[in-house]
T-cell receptor, first 112, second 110 residues
Framework: NAGVTQTPKFQVLKTGQSMTLQCAQD?????MSWYRQDPGMGLRLIHY???????DQGEVPNGYNVSRSTTEDFPLRLLSAAPSQTSVYFC???????????FGDGTRLSIL | TQLLEQSPQFLSIQEGENLTVYCNSS?????LQWYRQEPGEGPVLLVT?????EVKKLKRLTFQFGDARKDSSLHITAAQPGDTGLYLC??????????FGTGTRLTVIP
């Protein structure tokens, strides 16, 4: 019963480096999303997808790219890491955008 | 952006005490979800409230949705150390996503 799996759990990058945060779900959910969590800010939506081949921007999309080639996978790409992107990143999936969200355990990312 | 403000931001109480946390907005939501998040993990859904004035109970936790569907509260009776965590509310504003509140970090001291 894996649910939503995020990798890696921890990552340290240097400014300017790129990387991909992986997210996979095994619940056949159409809706997937990426959030970042910063102290005192709650969860802020970065990008979301309502199905394979369809993605859209959330509240804080700048500096991030996504793609959705399969129902199961929704990777988040940092194009050129900046210290302001230091955060905890959560991937979530659900049957629809306003259904209960199933979250992964997060990726803790530090940009030096 | 539809803003959801939660209060208090931090709460530290003794085991056995009662507490209430609040989730307030100037926007109307068609439904509102409450999540609890423990350190090192993602948020986990506790309850969804849909109807204005609705009250839902989950053991010692009581959730209420405001009549105007702009606010919600979570009341915990006889708090236990296992209740420790970050409590998040999230509102469905009708767009393709949820708007999360800023969270209340609860610590229950044995």
């Amino acid at each position: 019963n894996a649910g939503v799996t995020q990798t890696p759990k921890f990552q340290v990058l240097k400014t300017g480096q790129s990387m991909t945060l992986q997210c996979a779900q095994d619940m056949n959910h159409e809706y997937m999303s990426w959030y970042r969590q910063d102290p005192g800010m709650g969860l802020r939506l970065i990008h979301y997808s309502v199905g394979a081949g369809i993605t859209d921007q959330g509240e804080v999309p700048n500096g991030y790219n996504v793609s959705r080639s399969t129902t199961e996978d929704f990777p988040l790409r940092l194009l050129s890491a900046a210290p302001s992107q230091t955060s905890v990143y959560f991937c979530a999936s659900s049957y629809g955008p306003n259904w209960p969200q199933h979250f992964g355990d997060g990726t803790r990312l530090s940009i030096l | 952006t539809q803003l959801l403000e939660q209060s208090p931001q931090f709460l530290s109480i003794q085991e056995g005490e009662n507490l209430t946390v609040y989730c307030n907005s100037s926007s109307v939501f068609s439904s509102l979800q409450w999540y609890r998040q423990e350190p090192g993990e993602g948020p986990v859904l506790l309850v969804t409230v849909v109807t204005g004035g609705e009250v839902k109970k989950l053991k010692r936790l009581t959730f209420q949705f405001g009549d105007a569907r702009k606010d919600s509260s979570l009341h915990i009776t006889a708090a236990q150390p296992g209740d420790t965590g970050l409590y998040l509310c999230a509102g469905d504003g009708g767009a393709n996503n949820l708007f999360f509140g800023t969270g209340t970090r609860l610590t229950v001291i044995p």
